[in-house]
């Protein structure tokens, strides 16, 4: 059985013809024979895509001690194969919230937000049997009352190249909150307080026995192959993270400075892991200034790094969000750019969607799981016409 299992892998691994005949019999392997990630198989990936593995998810939260915060964490993570099938099928981000006023109102949301725009289906299965680990993790960091399931698109990715993502709701600095009008601040001080929550989180799923992790998600993640992602507010938490806690690898930063006047508490000289950024060009969000400040940040970055550029994109197109609410219609339809003023149309939020997963994953999967394939694609995600990269070695 085993040797039946290696080679229905490979097979599945040729191409999307023969999954569904790959899955059906897959589905009958004992996790353990189910191999991941290897350096053949790295070898032949390719990088511009989804990778072979299903994408799994589990909600589950933990209390921290030393805040008292209870957080609402989600981990995306590879599956068995026998979970490709629901994931395929996709679920409501909805459900992503408890039963509830809560998720109603999300779900209303949802349906009222323009398709074109708003990502609001994901596409991995809820509590689907993990393969097995340990697996790299990237712990994620959601915008300015956004949420845990803003990149979730991203995360499926990560997923299904072996690589897992934990996201947590930053409690008071949701997208609910803000809704209700009861958001936590954009501040110096809560800075420091979401930074403890991703550390917190990172704690939780490296702890091999966390009673609140689902227990056969227990002891999968790697501590010894950990980043950190973040978007907006997110991503100056995560360069805080990446300055301060040790056990991060490798960080990569969506649509905002990490060092900047604004948020106090981040030196980008001093994050001394590969990292990279991700800039849209018409931020109307961060404007001019602070695609200004990114460049300037990069600058400041050790290296190795990496800067991504996109045009057409507004803050909120690389989220599943974009257009979901007034305040993230930046990035979804028409806009003015904030280079000069001129109407124009965002870059589709799709396609947007997918340059930022292909960015992302590729470079963890370099980091994370030393698939040095994927630099190439790092390096020209494509559309050519489109995306502009820049990279700067280590000295």
């Not at 097979?11 to 024979?33: H, K, M, N, P, T």
């Not at 006023?101 to 708003?118: D, H, I, N």
């Not at 990172?202 to 091999?208: A, F, G, K, S």
């Not at 192959?225 to 907006?232: A, N």
Request: glycine share 8%; aromatic share 6%.
């Amino acid at each position: 059985m085993v040797q039946l299992c290696a080679v229905l892998g490979r097979l599945q691994r040729v191409g999307a013809a023969l999954a569904v005949a790959a899955v059906l019999l897959l589905g009958s392997c004992d996790e353990a024979e189910l191999p991941g990630p290897t350096a053949a198989t790295l070898a032949a990936v390719d990088w511009q895509l989804p990778g072979t593995f299903a994408a799994g998810h589990a909600h589950f939260s933990a209390q921290d001690p030393q805040t008292g915060r209870t957080l609402a964490m989600t981990l995306w993570y590879p599956a068995l194969d026998s979970a490709a099938a629901a994931a395929l099928e996709g679920v409501s981000l909805a459900t992503f919230l408890p039963e509830g006023p809560t998720r109603t109102a999300l779900a209303g949301l949802l349906q009222k937000a323009p398709a074109a725009c708003t990502g609001a289906t994901g596409h991995s299965a809820e509590n689907a049997a993990p393969r097995q680990g340990p697996w790299p993790v990237v712990v994620y960091s959601h915008c300015h009352g956004c949420t845990r399931f803003s990149a979730a698109l991203t995360a499926e990715r990560l997923a299904s190249h072996g690589i897992a993502m934990l996201a947590v709701d930053h409690a008071g600095n949701t997208l609910m909150e803000a809704q209700a009008g009861v958001v936590a601040p954009l501040s110096s001080a809560f800075l420091q307080v979401r930074a403890r929550d991703v550390r917190f989180a990172l704690d939780v799923i490296l702890d091999p026995a966390h009673p609140q992790v689902p227990a056969a998600l227990r002891g999968h993640s790697d501590a010894k192959r950990v980043g950190v992602c973040g978007h907006s507010f997110g991503a100056v938490t995560a360069g805080m993270v990446a300055q301060t806690d040790p056990r991060i690898a490798a960080a990569w930063f969506v649509a905002a400075p990490v060092q900047n006047p604004l948020l106090a508490g981040v030196d980008a000289s001093q994050i001394k892991v590969p990292a990279g950024f991700l800039l849209a060009r018409e931020d109307n969000s961060i404007t001019a200034l602070g695609n200004a400040l990114i460049l300037d940040n990069f600058a400041k970055l050790p290296g190795p790094a990496w800067l991504v550029e996109v045009a057409d994109a507004g803050h909120w197109s690389f989220s599943e969000l974009a257009g979901l609410v007034p305040e993230f219609a930046a990035g979804c339809g028409a806009g003015e750019r904030q280079t000069d003023g001129t109407p124009f149309v965002y870059l589709d939020n799709l396609l947007a969607r997918q340059i930022a997963a292909k960015a992302i994953s590729a470079f963890f999967g370099e980091q994370l799981l030393g698939a040095t394939a994927a630099r190439a694609t790092l390096l020209a995600p494509g559309p050519s016409a489109v995306v502009t990269v820049t990279a700067k070695p280590k000295p």
